[in-house]
Nanobody, 122 residues
Framework: QVHLVESGGGLVQAGGSLRLSCAAS????????MGWFRQAPGKEREFVTG????????YYADSVKGRFTISRDNAKNTVYLQMNSLKPEDTAVYYC???????????????WGQGTQVTVSS
């Protein structure tokens, strides 16, 4: 069992930066792939980025590539999402997820956080 808690969301102007954190409970954190998804009002939840259990492999949605960076610290049971050059279309609730498979779809993730709101003003 893994319990995930996101933090770091907030209101930022376009062009600004935010860093999200996802703290995980449980001693098996380092064995899970981690991902970030987001859901804007009236839209489906979409994949943002993912990272392998080791941190060696990372992958991004085209919409955030070059602006967002995912990383993890297995010693701290935490995964991070550094978001730079934010745009109004990045406004959404951001969710952290953990799973044995990972990947770009919901199927690879078993555990989900409660989400943190990110709002980017123009």
């Amino acid at each position: 069992q893994v319990h995930l808690v996101e933090s770091g969301g907030g209101l930022v102007q376009a062009g600004g930066s935010l860093r999200l954190s996802c703290a995980a409970s449980g001693r098996t954190f380092s064995s899970y792939a981690m991902g970030w998804f987001r859901q804007a009002p009236g839209k489906e939840r979409e994949f943002v980025t993912g990272i392998s259990w080791s941190g060696i492999s990372t992958y991004y949605a085209d919409s955030v590539k070059g602006r967002f960076t995912i990383s993890r610290d297995n010693a701290k049971n935490t995964v991070y999402l550094q978001m730079n050059s934010l745009k109004p279309e990045d406004t959404a609730v951001y969710y952290c997820a953990a799973g044995s498979t990972g990947g770009r779809t919901y199927n690879g993730y078993k555990y989900w956080g409660q989400g943190t709101q990110v709002t980017v003003s123009s």
